[in-house]
């Protein structure tokens, strides 16, 4: 009796969460079928053409994929830094774990827009990088790295390296320093010990870390607002422009329908690979 | 009642009393003005304190990113609206009145709103300014003084331009079209002009504020449609920044309506808020800080307003048929993403 009030203390505020959050995706999901009958007007009927102007369209659903491309690179680009950097906190001393540490968490002290307009302030036209790139003779005329990809791309890793670096960096922690001593013992080597060992036993990690990442850039909208200038609108720019610049809402809502079933997709089948890369225990 | 039931019951019981405890707290002593935020609200908040202290009524703000940013909120809460008093652009009262979301005025419970002329006003708005928009530039990042729209695409600004589809919902892209001959009922000429600014283009911008970043830094030293009031307090004689409004001439007139749906007793104070917006001395208050015509005539014009744009009355001023921009705006949205906002 008394687990079970307990469980129910829990049950409370999780209904309250989860029936919140269905109650708007429902909304959503009942916008996306309704008619738009002119701006910020959404009718009372069922109709598939917003899903079929979305679907039937290269132009938008080019926003998707190409989305989709730029969240598949960045977050590879991320899972194999934010290893690197988890790896060195596993292997180094306590004070230098920490100092690290600190320096990762202390960027979520300021809110995310803030965040990317310092990325600005950083490869911008008269930014520091390309200050100092000039002052060093590197180069005559300053980097374009603001509005394009590659701009985009740079702030999307950077922004989201600290939710791939914990969740590896966790995984590793988990690994028992006898399985590493057993392997040397027996003769492999520490490249074997790395690959064979160390690497399987942070998948784990890695798909938390992957799965986070993904979701976040594939999503991702102030990011390419602010850095892509206009030129790398991703999928969450095409929906917040069609919903709240249009007025378009039953288009915006069947876009953004068909860009959860696909990430949804997407995150399932990237769990089942990271589950046959994870060894057996 | 066992310790199970009584917590099942608290939580749904507080869930369900939230909105009425909230209900409960809305009075006529105190009304919502949805407007924009950061130095805007500095325009408003001298009217405002001044009307709370004359006639006890609080003003409540409610800040919106952008007047579509505003009208989506009311489209969302129309059922239940959880603001009064909405400042907003023409465009965007033309798609509300149509989709029944403000209230009629009566020029009998708002005698200011007569001495507003009738072109500035409709059946659910007034205006309350006239905000002028033109070109900013930066005087030390440009290689000349640029003194007309056309000079926008003089080669010798190339990767230096920011332009914006969004501000004043493809207001630039019609300025465009008039350049090359077409207008809004004839936007081709629009897009062929913006082809002719490829080069020169190096941002489109979707706030006024991300224009005014992107000149302080120097990423763009021409924003080509700027909107005055944003920079009216830093221009001066030794400002870096200048401001040039040019033929075809736009003001926007920014208009005040009252929600539908709220209480009588909102309402009532609703009309009188937006009647002392419209008097002479409110009217001069503002746009001695925004840097605005006011919309009553009655009002004083700022001098420093009278330095900066042409004399007045404004000549050349263009009339937008905003109906013909509704009706036509998502399908340019979609035209502008494929042809504008793409890298050669």
């Known amino acids: 009796m008394r687990s079970l009030a307990r469980y129910l203390i829990f049950l409370g505020p999780a209904a309250l969460v989860i029936g919140f959050f269905a109650f708007t995706m429902s909304v959503m999901v009942r916008t996306s079928f309704a008619p738009n009958l002119g701006p910020a007007i959404v009718g009372d009927g069922f109709t598939l053409d917003n899903y079929g102007q979305f679907l039937g369209s290269s132009f938008y659903l080019g926003y998707l994929f190409r989305s989709m491309w730029i969240a598949f690179y960045c977050t590879a680009i991320t899972t194999v830094l934010g290893f690197m950097i988890a790896y060195f906190m596993f292997r180094s001393g306590p004070r230098t774990r920490l100092i690290v540490g600190v320096l990762l968490i202390v960027q979520f002290f300021t809110a995310y827009v803030i965040r990317t307009y310092a990325v600005m302030l950083v490869i911008g036209r008269t930014g520091i990088l390309n200050s100092t790139l000039l002052d060093l003779g590197i180069i005559q005329q300053p980097l374009s790295l603001l509005f394009t990809e590659v701009g985009v791309a740079a702030g999307m890793v950077l922004v989201s390296l600290p939710f791939m670096v914990f969740p590896i960096f966790a995984s590793l922690q988990s690994i028992s320093p006898n399985v590493e001593m057993a392997a040397a013992s027996l003769g492999a080597s520490n490249t074997r010990i790395f690959w064979q060992i160390v690497v399987p036993l942070s998948m784990p990690g890695v798909a938390a870390g992957v799965v986070i990442v993904y979701l976040f850039e594939l999503t991702s909208y102030i990011v390419p607002g602010i850095l892509g200038g206009g030129y790398v609108d991703m999928i969450a720019n095409l929906i917040y422009a069609k919903a709240m610049q249009s007025f378009d809402h039953p288009f915006a809502a069947a876009a953004a329908v068909v860009t959860l079933l696909v990430s949804a997709t997407t995150i399932y089948l990237l769990q089942k690979s990271f589950r046959v890369l994870s060894p057996r225990t | ?344």
């Not at chain 2, 009278?306 to 009706?327: G, R, T």
């Open chain 2, 1 to 344: 009642m066992s310790v199970k039931n009584f917590i099942v019951a608290a939580t749904l019981g507080a869930a369900l009393a939230l909105p009425a405890v909230s209900h409960a707290q809305e009075t006529a002593k105190e009304i919502r003005l949805m407007t924009w935020g950061g130095s805007w609200l500095d325009i408003f908040r001298p009217v405002a304190e001044k009307f709370e202290k004359e006639t006890g009524i609080k003003i409540e703000f409610v800040v919106q990113s952008g007047a579509g940013d505003g009208l989506n909120r009311i489209t969302a809460q129309k059922a239940n609206p959880q603001v009064d008093v909405w400042t907003s652009i023409a465009s965007t009262v033309q798609v509300a009145t149509k989709a029944g979301l403000l209230e009629t005025l009566d020029e009998a419970q708002l005698p200011n709103m007569k001495s507003v002329p009738a072109e500035l006003k409709g059946p659910t708005s007034s205006a309350i300014w006239l905000s002028p928009r033109g070109i900013f530039f930066r005087k030390d990042l440009v290689p000349f003084e640029l003194k007309t729209w056309e000079d926008v695409w003089d080669p010798r600004l190339k990767g230096k331009v920011g332009v914006s589809f969004t501000l004043d919902r493809g207001n630039f892209l019609v300025l465009a079209a008039l350049l090359n001959g077409g207008s809004e009922k004839n936007i081709d000429p629009g897009f062929e002009q913006m082809a002719k600014l490829k080069d020169n283009l190096h941002a489109v911008y979707k706030s006024d504020p991300e224009s005014i970043k992107l000149l302080e830094t120097g990423e763009i030293s021409v924003a080509a449609w700027g909107i005055l009031p944003n920079v009216y307090r830093h221009l001066g004689p030794d400002s870096k920044y200048q401001f040039i409004m040019p033929a075809p001439r736009f003001l926007a007139d920014i208009p005040v309506s009252i929600v539908k749906g709220r209480s009588d007793a909102q309402r009532a104070a609703a009309i009188k808020f937006v009647d002392y917006m419209l008097s002479p001395e409110s009217q001069t208050t503002m746009a001695s800080i925004a840097g605005t015509i006011p919309a009553n005539p009655k009002a004083e014009v700022p001098e420093k307003l009278k330095s900066i744009i042409p004399p007045l009355p404004v000549a050349d001023v263009y009339q937008m048929d905003w109906s013909v921009v509704n009706e036509n705006y998502s399908k340019w949205e979609e035209r502008w993403m494929r042809e504008v906002q793409v890298r050669r």
